[in-house]
Nanobody
């Protein structure tokens, strides 16, 4: 398994930006498709974005399309989530995940980080 550690969460105002990072260790990072999910209390974990192993293809949830950008640096074993035009409804704990193939369901991923809180104030 690969170990994942997220960072970069915090408080932002509506319309602002944050960039999340997820550092991987333990296995060859470029072997994994990567994704970001988010979760609010009482709700299921929700897909946000995913990126292929090589970084040549990405896919987004409709709710973040055009505002969020997922990217990866395989040399640094890191995946990023650039979040622009933030909205209060983006408030959640954000998790990065690693899997063998891209997908929008949690079952597609076998390794998860501990999560980082993002809070967007109106």
């Amino acid at each position: 398994q690969v170990q994942l550690v997220e960072s970069g969460g915090g408080l932002a105002q509506a319309g602002g930006s944050l960039r999340l990072s997820c550092a991987a260790s333990g296995r060859t990072f470029s072997n994994y498709a990567m994704a970001w999910f988010r979760q609010v209390p009482g709700k299921e974990r929700e897909f946000v974005a995913t990126i292929r192993r090589s970084g040549d293809s990405t896919y987004y949830a409709d709710s973040v399309k055009g505002r969020f950008t997922i990217s990866r640096d395989n040399a640094k074993n890191t995946v990023y989530l650039q979040m622009n035009s933030l909205k209060p409804e983006d408030t959640a704990v954000y998790y990065c995940a690693a899997g063998w193939v891209t997908g929008t369901g949690t079952g597609s991923y076998h390794s998860w980080g501990q999560g980082t809180q993002v809070t967007v104030s109106s």
